[in-house]
T-cell receptor
Framework: EAGVAQSPRYKIIEKRQSVAFWCNPI?????LYWYQQILGQGPKLLIQ????????DSQLPKDRFSAERLKGVDSTLKIQPAKLEDSAVYLC??????????????FGPGTRLTVT | AQTVTQSQPEMSVQEAETVTLSCTYD???????LFWYKQPPSRQMILVIR??????QNATENRFSVNFQKAAKSFSLKISDSQLGDAAMYFC??????????????FGKGTKLSVKP
């Protein structure tokens, strides 16, 4: 079974530039998550999708971050314009959606973003 | 809002010895899940062990076991017979079983575990 795929693995940009990250979840996983992990901290949820609908984006800085999940499969996360404090690893995860299932989240390798 | 606290930024253990990583959490909910995730350097996060709050029995997975104290809101991870490959960041995480964000994991800041040969 293929795992969660993410690209690119590394990205360096200058502040005020834009960047996009791509995620392909495990086949059949309806729920997809984007987390931001700043160095020395645990991951923090940015946005959660159920199929192609947003379940929770309360911690997404909507003035600069946007995300979409077309056709309920792949997802892209965009930052425009980037700030220095956006330097972090962006993790994508997917899971089965059943309530009470305790559904394990499977994580991708992450994209390490450096904003200079 | 739920919070997860890991009070040990770093821990060290001798190979083949046992180590315990601490985690406390705060919630007003009665149904939830607790997890320990392992994140090796430059590698992706993987699930180590899971505990359902309604289960009194502590979860075990081979050399990994937890001490779940629901009343005290404590969830520690014990690694027995530590191996060099256990060296990693370990994150404690909470997952609600309520509402639309029921899948959302809330992580602690992590504990960096070093294993000495």
């Amino acid at each position: 079974e293929a795992g969660v795929a993410q690209s690119p693995r590394y990205k360096i940009i200058e502040k005020r530039q834009s960047v996009a990250f791509w995620c392909n979840p495990i086949s059949g996983h309806a729920t997809l998550y984007w987390y931001q992990q700043i160095l020395g901290q645990g991951p923090k949820l940015l946005i959660q999708f159920q199929n192609n609908g947003v379940v929770d984006d309360s911690q997404l800085p909507k003035d600069r971050f946007s995300a979409e999940r077309l056709k309920g499969v792949d997802s892209t996360l965009k930052i425009q314009p980037a700030k220095l404090e956006d330097s972090a690893v962006y993790l994508c995860a997917s899971s089965l959606p059943q309530k009470g299932h305790g559904g394990e989240q499977y994580f991708g390798p992450g994209t390490r973003l450096t904003v200079t | 809002a739920q919070t997860v606290t890991q009070s040990q930024p770093e821990m060290s253990v001798q190979e083949a010895e046992t180590v315990t990583l601490s985690c406390t959490y705060d919630t007003s909910e009665s149904d939830y899940y607790l997890f320990w995730y392992k994140q090796p350097p430059s590698r992706q996060m993987i699930l180590v062990i899971r505990q359902e709050a309604y289960k009194q029995q502590n979860a075990t997975e081979n050399r990994f076991s937890v001490n779940f104290q629901k009343a005290a809101k404590s969830f520690s991870l014990k690694i027995s017979d530590s191996q060099l490959g256990d060296a990693a960041m370990y994150f404690c995480a909470y997952r609600s079983d309520y509402g639309g964000s029921q899948g959302n994991l809330i992580f602690g800041k992590g504990t960096k575990l070093s294993v000495k040969p």
